[in-house]
């Protein structure tokens, strides 16, 4: 089968996975705390054989993949709210919280206090504490610290669980604003800071990612063209050219 079918077909994949994760980054541009994902490609040189390949089947036999999506770890604007229970990060950290599958970790700090008076997430898990267990809220009004301490009437009742992780940790989305890594990879945050009374805004700029949107959209519009096209020569080919072989 001719080269450029498969040239054509990955190119396909590839910018069709590429365009999923650029509609999610659309899609959580108002998401609280929300990083969004970066594609990166790479290609595969395919193997004919032993024989090195010349530079123009170099050419033609070296397909782009979608090799992997990267976190954009860039810092979001951090917005005013005037909510004592409303928190955001200055710095690279997260705060770590339980969910029904683990831990996981957010820079979404729009927190409320449980019945049980544990703060909780707006999805209702639970916020860590730096002693490993939940954080408990009792009394108001609730004041913290750029650290992380929590005081209430003037007494500390607890200190949050901010991390952070290295640069070359890979952190996976699973859905909003929540993402995972290995917690051997949490390290304990030193160049973060919590800011009461604001929320982090996505760091999604709508106009970049929509423009991102319509070149992927247009990429993909060409290569179905091209695979329509290897398709009905190929479909010639075999109505023309086995006939006479045979």
Do not use: H, W
């Not at 504490?129 to 939940?134: I, Q, Y």
């Not at 952070?164 to 973060?192: C, H, K, W």
């Amino acid at each position: 089968m001719n080269s450029g079918y498969y040239a054509a077909c990955t190119g396909l994949m590839a910018r069709a996975q590429a365009l999923e994760t650029i509609s999610n980054n659309l899609a959580n541009v108002s998401t609280t705390g929300f990083r969004g994902s970066r594609n990166v490609f790479s290609s595969i040189l395919a193997n004919t054989g032993s024989a090195p390949l010349s530079i123009l089947n170099q050419d033609a036999n070296d397909y782009g993949v979608l090799s992997s999506t990267q976190l954009d770890t860039s810092q979001g604007i951090l917005l005013p709210t005037g909510n004592e229970l409303d928190l955001g990060i200055e710095g690279p950290g997260y705060f770590q919280i339980k969910t029904a599958t683990g831990n996981a970790y957010t820079r979404g700090g729009s927190f409320r206090v449980s019945p049980q008076r544990q703060l909780v997430t707006s999805a209702g898990d639970l916020v860590m504490g730096a002693n490993g267990l939940p954080v408990t809220v009792i009394g108001a009004p609730v004041s913290i610290s750029p650290d992380g301490t929590i005081s209430t009437n003037g007494a500390i009742s607890g200190k949050l669980k901010l991390v952070e992780f290295a640069p070359t940790v890979n952190m996976q989305s699973i859905g909003g604003n929540y993402y995972t890594a290995p917690d051997t990879d949490a390290l304990v945050a030193t160049r973060s800071q919590v800011r009461q009374g604001t929320l982090e805004s996505s760091n999604v700029n709508p106009v970049t990612t929509v423009v991102e949107m319509i070149a992927a959209q247009r990429d993909v519009e060409t290569m179905r063209r091209v695979l329509t096209m290897f398709s009905s020569e190929m479909d010639k080919s075999a109505a023309q050219d086995l006939p006479r072989v045979s």
